[in-house]
């Protein structure tokens, strides 16, 4: 223990050393293999970002060739006590905690545990039969009907404050029997709530937890080994304190107990596991090459031709490139993953602060990457 606090005093003191001889924001690093120009650019677009949004404190990771090729923090993770952002940082992830969930999912319908297309009551029987059956695999595209928040409750959903020691029944208490909102398999239907039923068919499917499941499964065969839930109710060390902005400076967010909705949108991650998760995605660590690629096809809703949403990730295009991408948005927090699979290439961008555009910043330092490089 001694020598792990040597090792955090020394970390925080390198990066204030650096914020105060650069002349920018704080910067800490702890990979670089992308080029001296990349880099260079990549801190001015986010010194950029951060003079314009007003955000304390971000954290990117790349992947390049399939492997982990930068990572730095920028700025401060808490603004009271001056605490750097690192690598290591942990962040809230908000909805890019659905694409850890699908990964999940997905590992338990390959070796057969998880039947995608039985009624997901087969694995949750806790969650009322409807009128029309629900899948598991509507689920994962946002395709069950399942309602998002309902801001009309006397605890609004999408700002609740109150503790659930189990997530998963917590989650299902909000909205397990409200009426559906689509038919199944129509429409895309965006729904947080719907993947907190995914999380209960994981914990029926594997007979384990839902955060057992995830941390023993993705999580430690991918390497991530700071990943944990947001838990409101506890002191996380690296964990940053969440901001918005009001008038143009950085204030405390909103308040926000995420327990009710780990599986959509509860998790902590850091730039330096979130490489890792895209890393092993990439590498076909956590699922199959033709799992993967599953995942990241887009379902199709019968009655929506333009629905671009696999398995826990969107799909799009870029400059003519397939990019498969997931941001995130809460309190306290703006984060976005993008892949291109096609160039074996990933942006992670997490940052402090609710309301900022993070997928702005991950498109640009994408476009940077992509550029031709002079030697």
Request: proline letters at 6%; aromatic letters at 8%.
């Amino acid at each position: 223990m001694p020598q792990t606090r040597t090792r955090l005093l020394l970390a925080a003191v390198l990066a204030l050393f650096i914020a105060t001889s650069a002349g920018a924001s704080a910067r800490f690093q702890s990979t670089i293999a992308v080029s001296t120009g990349q880099s260079t650019q990549i801190d001015h677009l986010v010194d950029a970002f951060i003079s314009h949004s007003h955000a304390p404190g971000v954290a990117v990771s790349i992947i390049e060739n399939g492997k982990a090729a930068f990572a730095r923090g920028y700025g401060e993770a808490d603004v009271a006590h001056h605490r750097p952002v690192t690598p290591d940082t942990l962040f809230r992830l908000g909805s890019l905690s659905k694409p850890i969930t699908a990964t999940g999912a997905m590992q338990l319908w390959q070796s057969g545990k998880l039947d995608l297309d039985a009624r997901v009551q087969k694995y949750c029987p806790a969650f009322p039969q409807k009128p029309y059956p629900i899948t598991t695999r509507e689920l994962l595209g946002h395709l069950g009907g399942i309602r998002h928040y309902n801001s009309g409750k006397q605890d609004l959903e999408n700002v609740n404050t109150k503790h659930f020691n189990d997530p998963i029944a917590g989650g299902l208490s909000f909205f397990a029997n409200d009426p559906l909102v689509e038919i199944p398999g129509t429409k895309f239907h965006y729904s947080t709530q719907g993947y907190t039923l995914v999380g209960c068919a994981i914990q029926g499917a594997s007979g384990e937890t839902y955060v057992n499941y995830i941390t023993q499964h993705v999580f430690a065969p991918a390497g991530m080994s700071h990943s944990q839930p947001d838990d409101a109710t506890k002191n996380i060390p690296d964990r940053t304190a969440f901001y918005t902005v009001k008038d143009n400076h950085a204030v405390p967010a909103d308040p926000l107990d995420s327990s009710y909705k780990i599986p959509g949108g509860g998790w902590l991650s850091s730039a330096n596991d979130m490489a890792a998760f895209a890393v092993a995605m990439l590498n076909d660590t956590l699922v199959t090459r033709a799992t993967r690629d599953l995942m990241w096809t887009p379902q199709k809703a019968s009655a929506d031709p333009s629905d671009r949403y696999g398995y826990g990730f969107g799909i799009s295009d870029l400059d003519g490139m397939k990019i498969v991408s997931h941001n995130g948005g809460q309190q306290g927090t703006s984060t976005c993953l993008l892949i291109a699979p096609g160039k074996n290439l990933a942006v992670i961008v997490l940052i402090n602060t609710d309301g900022v555009d993070a997928t702005a910043l991950s498109k640009q330092i994408l476009h940077e990457l992509l550029q031709p490089q002079s030697h």
